[in-house]
């Protein structure tokens, strides 16, 4: 019988933890009795992780020759993925299965139901926190509404919703974010519920180098992706505004207006309102055919 849910948990030498995480999903699922399937991506794994997955039962292992990323781990547990409902969570602990039930409880009243971890949660880096802090601000900013957790690892969602976007998802780690943000703007419909969220088992994965450039990566993409018009056309006219101010002053305090400045500022605010309006119309085109 085709299960109703598809867990999907990708890992990446997760040795020390990936045991528990599948025992304790198992248990949980059963004692809400959903029919359902794990599929645990490893994702290049070069521990004992594979061995360990090999002797688990009940459970369905896709390999990745080599490490791709979570973002690419969790796209291949969609593609193999038969439920109608896929959840995802992490293998290192970080979230504990036991929050499962209260995703459950929303599943088919929303299109996805996100588990949001609080500010005070333990197992946060001061740099994660910051990352974050800057990554919801400017959500918030592009969709017009407060996102209590954008990038919380622990969902379930709709598989026919996360297919549409499967074309936008990133290998990395902000696959989270290009679902939440991917949601919200086509208009279908998020719950969010507040969840524990403990220090992860193991060594992070994360890279401040490495991690850093794909994150000023991202925030571009998030603002050409999902909101251009309204970046964009705020940017041209902060520009314009400049460009009458710098006009208004030299006409008035300096000698000579500074007409090539005023020109360059004026014609660049209208380049950039433009570009934002092609960048809009590009996007409205492509969800066309989403």
Do not use: W
Request: proline fraction near 3%; aromatic fraction near 12%.
């Amino acid at each position: 019988m085709k299960p109703v849910l598809s867990v999907v948990i990708p890992c990446y030498n997760e040795e020390e933890s990936i045991t528990e995480t599948i025992e304790s999903v198992k248990s949980e699922l059963k004692a809400i009795k959903e029919s359902f399937e794990i599929i645990v991506i490893n994702d290049g794994s070069t521990d004992s992780t594979p061995k360990i997955l090999q002797k688990l039962e009940g459970i369905r292992v896709v390999n990745h020759e080599k490490n791709i990323g979570y973002g690419a781990a969790l796209k291949t547990g969609l593609r193999y993925a038969i439920g109608d409902y896929i959840l995802i969570t992490d293998a290192d602990q970080s979230y504990p299965a036991r929050e499962i039930p209260k995703l459950i409880k929303y599943m088919r009243d929303y299109d996805m139901v996100v588990g949001a971890r609080s500010a005070k949660s333990r197992g946060i880096s001061l740099v994660r926190k910051l990352g974050k802090f800057t990554i919801s601000k400017t959500a918030n900013l592009l969709v017009g509404e407060k996102i209590p957790d954008i990038n919380s690892g622990l969902r379930v969602f709709r598989k026919d919703m996360a297919m549409k976007f499967y074309s936008l998802y990133p290998n990395g780690f902000s696959f989270t974010i290009t679902i939440t943000l991917a949601a919200i703007t086509n208009g279908f419909s998020v719950k969010y519920v507040p969840i524990e969220y403990h220090k992860r088992r193991g060594k992070s994965k994360i890279n401040i180098f490495r991690d850093g450039f794909n994150f000023l990566t991202l925030m571009i993409r998030m603002v050409t992706y999902f909101n251009p018009l309204k970046v964009f056309f705020s940017a041209g006219i902060l520009l314009f505004l400049i460009a009458l101010f710098v006009f208004l002053y030299s006409f008035f305090f300096m000698e000579r207006i500074l007409d090539t400045t005023v020109t360059i500022l004026a014609v660049s605010s209208v380049q950039v309102c433009l570009f934002g309006l092609l960048a809009d119309l590009i996007v409205k085109h492509s969800e066309r055919f989403v």
